[in-house]
């Protein structure tokens, strides 16, 4: 069996203190394997950004195991933490999270400089990943002269750069209409056909199902539910259009 590219075991999580105190985690098992895209689907204050949190190394569960590609996070110091997700994780969020100075290009090429890499072959990954989400034509374009799928799409760029095994990605879809919601999922989808490579979407949005080719369902803190989907053996996505 392929060992899965990030993964929970038996993960408990305590947030707040005292009467404030609330399980927001009751012993959660996810394993995200490479090749495919799964949904984490829930009600409000199910966990599921709580647990992608804990995926993505930016929690510490109060129990349970985290790996990384084999890596196993416990003990592990801030600064071993942070590296994980530099080398392993690319994230997405619902606000896309761009710095509105910088251009698209800039923006993506943001994700190689923190790595440590601002050579000239960088300025080329970032434009190899611009071309992946169908923007070269507006690599040199700032955010507020991006749509908001545009930027959602740029904000991917930037999660793929750096060659990510796990993208995992917070309710991408909520702030863009059914036409940009359908380009950026169709965009995640291709991007999970790689075997390399496993990506995780958090979602309320029952339009963006079909693209899955797994949903796990989360309430109260327990995974009620994890089915494999026809989309699991899908054809070839759509082609997204540049806008």
């Known amino acids: 069996m392929t060992e899965p590219v990030i993964e929970a075991t038996d993960a ?8 404030a105190r609330v399980q927001a985690l009751r012993g959660v098992s996810l394993a995200i394997a490479g090749g495919e895209l799964t949904l984490l689907m829930g009600p409000s204050g199910s966990g599921k950004t709580t647990l992608l949190s804990i ?8 129990s349970g195991t985290v790996r990384v590609r084999g890596h196993a996070t416990a003990g592990a110091r801030p600064e071993e933490l942070a590296r994980l997700r530099r080398e392993h994780v690319g994230f997405v969020f619902q606000s896309y999270h761009l710095f509105p100075t910088l251009t698209a290009l800039d923006n993506v090429r943001l994700a190689l400089d ?3 890499e601002n050579s000239r072959q960088a300025k080329h990954k970032a434009r190899d990943a611009l071309a992946t ?3 070269v034509a507006k690599m040199k374009s700032y955010p507020r002269e991006l749509s908001g799928g545009e930027q959602q799409r740029v904000a991917i760029a930037r999660a793929i750069v750096g060659n990510a095994s796990a993208i995992l990605a917070d309710e991408p879809t909520a702030a ?5 919601g359908h380009a950026i999922m169709t965009v995640l989808s291709e ?10 979407v958090v979602t309320h949005d029952p339009r963006i199902v079909p693209f899955a080719d797994r949903i796990v369902r989360i309430e109260d803190g327990i995974i009620i539910g994890d089915e494999r989907t026809a989309a699991a053996s899908r054809q070839p996505a ?3 259009q540049e806008a």
Request: glycine residues 18%; proline residues 2%.
């Open 12 to 19: 408990v999580m305590f947030l707040g203190d005292g009467a």
């Open 55 to 62: 995926l993505g190394c930016m929690l510490t569960p109060s």
């Open 114 to 116: 923190v790595r440590g």
């Open 133 to 135: 989400v169908g923007l």
């Open 176 to 180: 863009l209409d059914s036409e940009n």
């Open 191 to 200: 991007i999970a056909k790689d075997r390399g490579r496993g990506v995780l």
């Open 238 to 240: 759509r082609q997204v």
